[in-house]
């Protein structure tokens, strides 16, 4: 196994996959239905490498995403199903769930939407950490829909298929929390990675107009619709569209509170604002604020 392993490795380096030795570890144990902390157990006794592991390694080496192979992405304390048409958790978006969770405790029945849900992972994440909380998920695509409603139904989160621009009119000023990663990616910036470019769905990318700002606008305004008055809103861009952000968040006039918050890595991940009350005249300056770590 060792052997097959050091193999799978220069293989998977070779193709410029970012890390090579731990996708080769986690492709075999996937197979094998054992932990990573197993297999590498097993591979000092000389055990044989499993039935299809080279056939794994082929189509990780052609840059299909680890998460399509295992079928499984981890986010916080769960493991999703995942696959084609569903755009793939990342591991900054926990701190964009952190967020929600510290915002939500301590409140009594909380009701928060996650807009754009794609796989369910905020709101899946939210639910499962929140007891108690009454989570809402929006999702317009069929494909991500699909997947989000079998991560979605072991924690009761009520899931609505509908475009986030529009959705729940009937619920206009009644939640606590409106929280969103929407598609952000600017229409001429094609991402890098083979694995993001060639298999996340672009409908999950990109966010319309040459500052990919169109779809984060309208998550915004559906935000001041829903939420009550004091309610919070927070949603993930990409580092450089933060100042956009905070920007129109302030010039729309109805929320207070506009605060940058970093993901772990140090990087302008999230913003968050309040939805001033009729009678708010202060607090509509942008600052910038650190994650929860």
């Known amino acids: 196994m060792e052997e097959a392993l050091r193999a799978a490795e220069r293989r998977l380096r070779e193709a410029g996959v970012p890390s090579p030795r731990v996708d080769a570890e986690l492709l075999a144990a996937h197979l094998l239905g054992v932990s990573r902390g197993r297999l590498r157990a097993l591979a000092l006794t000389g055990a044989d490498i499993p039935e299809g592991f080279h056939a794994l390694i082929d189509e990780r080496a052609r840059r299909v995403p680890l998460q399509h192979l295992t079928g499984t992405a981890s986010f916080r304390r769960l493991d999703l199903s995942v696959g084609p048409g569903v ?19 301590g409140m009594v029945g909380p009701k928060i939407v996650d807009l ?7 709101a899946a994440a939210i639910a499962d950490e929140v ?16 997947w989000a409603a079998a991560n979605l139904a072991p924690f009761g989160v ?19 929390i409106v929280v969103s990663n929407p598609p952000y990616i600017p229409a001429e910036a094609v991402p890098n990675e083979p694995e993001v470019a060639e298999h996340d769905p672009q409908m999950a990318l990109y966010g319309g107009g040459a ?17 009550r008055p004091g309610g919070s809103f927070v949603m993930e861009h990409a580092e450089v569209q933060a100042p956009w952000v905070a920007a129109f968040l302030v010039q729309a006039g109805v929320w207070s509170s506009v605060t940058t ?33």
Do not use: K
């Not at 007891?131 to 699909?146: C, K, N, R, T």
């Open 87 to 105: 755009f793939i958790p990342r591991p900054e978006t926990e701190t964009v769930a952190q967020l929600v969770i510290d915002l939500a405790t």
């Open 116 to 122: 754009g849900t794609g796989s369910g992972a905020i």
């Open 131 to 146: 007891p108690g909380a009454e989570v809402y998920a929006v999702e317009l695509s069929d494909l991500a829909l699909a």
């Open 158 to 176: 009520r899931l609505i298929q509908a475009d986030l621009a529009t959705a729940l009119p009937e619920h206009n000023g009644s939640f606590d």
């Open 211 to 227: 500052d990919g700002l169109q779809l984060p606008r309208a998550a915004a305004a559906s935000a001041a619709r829903l939420l």
């Open 261 to 293: 918050h970093q993901d772990l890595g140090g990087r302008d991940r999230a913003t968050s604002a309040v939805l001033r009350d009729d009678e708010a005249s202060t607090g509509s300056t942008a600052t910038t604020g650190q994650a929860s770590q």
